[in-house]
């Protein structure tokens, strides 16, 4: 039986690209531990994607197709990839930290009776225990723990998404397919869900935009924002804002970026107002090129910028507009 | 008939304390708080006794706040009595470690069981320390309760269920749940209420059942931790800001947009 298992997600037919991420990490591991590697794909309907996680590395790959699969149901989708954990008997078991994961793999854990770490950034094997030593961002990114597993039991370990790089696909490349029936008891889905409202925000995705502009407490109120969305207009970005921004309710929660907000890797960053706050600085630490402008000299956003002003926005921010509109016409 | 209500809030170092101000001990792998920096109750956690006192005000309520931990402040972990909740009980036990979340899990567990009825947990999406988003699956799972995260409005049902609203990235999502159920709140719900005057003067005269990790029939394998904790540290950050200065303020946005363009970003 394989030794690694990696809880798969599907986005329609396709697999999640997170899921390619987990296959390379677990490839990783494979290559100090020698076990295979398996992927559990859970949805009313698979499709190709078998096929894909074999090209991205896995060697095994079980096909757990039922109806009751195909909706974003926690319940469900934890009754079924426990039942594959019991068949296969991984000692890792890699899930992503999204909105399904995040919740099935610390459940998963507690009904294994497992360890688990969450939020995992590195994930290695330690070449004296043969256990995972994994390093995750803590006390909200202000400081770092490397954590390793005690015992000998299974490990359940949550990695970030867009942490890791997906293997090259190798199209060739063989493993077995195997379907997977489960029996989800009707008593295992104690949450029903009733319906999903998308706040849809228009233009481009702030997760997939390669220029994100933010602002944060220090624009005061609702209406610099409008201002920012300008300027996203005319670099073709997306709008962001602290938590701060959010909460005092000048902008929706849906472009808060931040630990637990979304996590932005867009080419450059333009922050306005934000103190950069480690909570902050969690979701977009991995922006290219971070700008800050803040009147605050000492502010903990310098510490992450490649460009900064010092002062305030209501008269720096204009200009910069206008100039980056003038630059943009010529 | 009111509802038996359960908060979970742990006490941690305040994460609002300044980058600059974040010590770490690196001998005993623990953080240091800022001198003068008292230790607050989790955000998110008092973001979870807001939802409950707007049930008691609706539908009508008991609450009771839990705490595992050791150290306590008394002042703050009293903070959700002046907000308005009932009884708080302290499982005050520096056996049971917090950095895998499961001790703390049987421990919140079993606190719960003992404090009797009950028809909601509602706990935080996390606490500011570990970050790990773990310990109220693990309740409900020892529980067996069925578990909605992430929170940000909750409405009591005719018919004895709950309707959450649970916030995604982009939206939220609506489920039904039977009581008894557990549920984590995220800050989408609002903020918290502040203690009045009267309340402060409340919870001060009321004083916390304390019990340990044995009063709890908590055993040593269950207490053992499960992850170890080989190293804790600051990330440093080579990155070297550029200031861009001007003649004023808007001459240095100006010269920003210039440099920019300079290094081919826009
Ligand atoms: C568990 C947890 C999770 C969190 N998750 C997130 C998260 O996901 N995202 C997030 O953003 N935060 C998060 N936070 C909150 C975070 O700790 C900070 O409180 C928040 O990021 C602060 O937002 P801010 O920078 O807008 O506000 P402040 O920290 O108040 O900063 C405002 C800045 O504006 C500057 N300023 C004021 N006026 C002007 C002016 N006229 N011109 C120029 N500059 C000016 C000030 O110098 C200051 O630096 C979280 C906190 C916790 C505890
Ligand atoms: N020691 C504790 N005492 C009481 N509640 C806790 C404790 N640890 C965690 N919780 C609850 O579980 C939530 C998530 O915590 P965590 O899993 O540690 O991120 C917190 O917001 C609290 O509601």
């Known amino acids: 039986m394989p030794g690694i298992l990696v809880f798969g997600e599907l986005n329609q037919d396709a697999l999640a690209s997170v899921t390619g991420e987990l296959i390379a990490v677990a490839r990783s591991l494979a290559a100090e531990t020698g076990d295979d590697v398996a992927v559990a794909l859970q949805s009313s309907s698979i499709g190709d994607a078998a096929q894909e996680a074999i090209s991205l590395g896995a060697d095994a790959v079980y096909r757990v197709e039922s109806p009751m699969l195909g909706e974003p149901q926690i319940d469900a989708h934890l009754a079924a990839f426990e039942q594959v954990c019991v068949h296969v008997q991984p000692h890792v078991v890699l899930v992503g930290r999204t909105p399904m994961g995040r919740d099935v793999g610390p459940r998963l854990a507690f009904r294994l009776g497992a360890a688990v770490a969450q939020d995992c950034l590195e994930v290695a094997i330690d070449p004296d225990t043969g256990r995972v030593s994994a390093t995750r961002p803590v006390y909200g990114g202000n400081a770092m723990a490397r954590v390793s597993f005690a015992g000998d039991g299974a490990q359940v370990v949550v990695v970030r998404p867009k942490t890791f790089e997906p293997l090259e696909a190798d199209a060739s490349r063989k493993g077995e397919v195997t379907d997977f029936p489960v029996d989800i008891d009707e008593s ?107 009147r605050d000299a000492d502010a903990n956003i310098f510490k992450s910028a490649a460009y900064g002003v010092v002062g305030d926005w209501n008269k720096a921010l204009p200009s910069f507009i206008e100039t980056v509109r003038e630059l943009r016409d010529s | 008939m009111p509802l038996n209500i359960v908060v979970c809030a742990k006490q941690v170092v305040d994460p609002e304390t300044p980058a600059s101000a974040f010590r770490i001990d690196e001998d005993s792998k623990r953080v240091v708080p800022a001198a003068g920096i008292p230790p607050v109750v989790n955000g998110f956690d008092e973001n979870a006794v807001e939802a409950a006192l707007q049930l008691k005000e609706s539908v009508g309520a008991n609450v009771t706040v839990i705490s595992v931990g050791s150290g306590f402040v008394m002042d703050v972990m009293k903070k959700p009595l002046s907000m308005g909740a009932d009884e708080l009980a302290l499982v005050d036990d520096p056996r049971v470690t917090d950095l895998d979340a499961f001790a703390t899990a049987v421990a919140l567990a079993e606190a719960i069981k003992k404090v009797g009825d009950f028809d909601l947990v509602l706990c935080g999406r996390q606490a500011s320390d570990w970050d790990n988003a773990m310990v109220p699956l693990g309740v409900a799972e020892i529980l067996g309760l069925p578990c909605v995260t992430l929170a940000q409005k909750i409405e009591a049902r005719e018919d004895g269920g709950i309707t959450v609203h649970r916030a995604l990235t982009d939206g939220y999502e609506v489920v039904n749940a039977n009581l008894p159920a557990l549920v984590t709140v995220s800050n989408e719900l609002g903020e918290p209420r502040y203690p009045t005057l009267r309340g402060i003067m409340a919870a001060g005269r009321k004083s916390p059942t304390v019990w340990s990790a044995s009063d709890l029939g908590l055993d040593e394998s269950t207490l053992a931790p499960k992850l170890n904790l080989d190293d804790l540290f600051i990330p440093v950050s080579d990155r070297r800001c550029e200031m861009i200065e001007g003649e004023d303020d808007a001459d240095a946005g100006r010269n920003l947009a210039l440099k920019l363009r300079e290094a081919r970003l826009i």
Not at chain 1, 195 to 223: K, M
Not at chain 1, 232 to 253: E, K, N, P, T
Not at chain 1, 278 to 289: E, F, T
Request: aromatic letters at 2%; one cysteine or more.
């Open chain 1, 188 to 294: 295992a889905i104690k949450v029903r869900l009733v319906e999903t409202v998308t706040e849809q925000s228009e233009g481009v995705r702030l997760e997939d935009a390669g220029i994100v502009v933010a602002g944060g407490r220090g624009l005061g109120g609702p209406d610099p924002f409008e201002t920012l969305q300008e300027l996203c207009q005319v670099l073709g970005g997306a709008l962001g804002a602290s938590r701060a921004a959010c909460d005092a309710g000048w902008i929706d929660h849906s472009h808060q970026v931040g630990l637990t907000g979304k996590t932005i890797t867009p080419d450059l960053y333009i922050t306005v107002g934000i103190s950069g706050a480690s909570q902050h600085m969690a979701g977009c630490s991995a922006s290219k090129n971070i700008v800050a402008i803040n």
